[in-house]
């Protein structure tokens, strides 16, 4: 399992990816989708999704929508447009941070290749 340390700074872009891949989704729906595509090595507290959700609302990042389903009310999150360039940019910002944390922890590490 992936420790929530490491989750922490990633949740945002996550969240976006999804929301930019599916059109429209609900927390627990997000939070199954993340345990499914990682195989089980990331599961989702709604303690952790909610504030993020509620942080890109504000943002002008997300709308919501409500709608009853089996006699519950489901708050269904969808990207807005300044939402949807925001998306590319935090997925483009994270697959940068993973290539240079590739290139760092890689065993065959040289100074000779920095030039310190």
Do not use: W
């Not at 399992?1 to 990633?10: A, D, N, P, R, V």
């Not at 990816?17 to 059109?23: A, C, F, G, P, V």
């Not at 489901?74 to 994270?94: H, N, W």
Request: hydrophobic share 40%; with cysteine.
């Amino acid at each position: 399992m992936i420790s929530k340390e490491l989750l922490k700074g990633s949740l945002k872009s996550i969240v976006l990816k999804l929301l930019s891949e599916n059109n429209r989704m609900y927390g627990y729906e997000i939070t199954q989708k993340v345990e499914l595509l990682s195989q089980g090595k990331i599961k989702l507290t709604f303690g952790a999704l909610y504030p993020i959700l509620h942080k890109l609302e504000t943002e002008g990042a997300v709308i919501t929508e409500s709608e009853i389903t089996n006699g519950r009310t489901r708050i269904y999150y969808r990207l807005t447009p300044v939402g949807k360039s925001f998306a590319d940019e935090k997925v483009k910002e994270l697959q940068e941070f993973i290539e240079m944390l590739g290139i760092l922890i890689k065993p065959n590490y040289s100074l000779d290749i920095c030039k310190l």
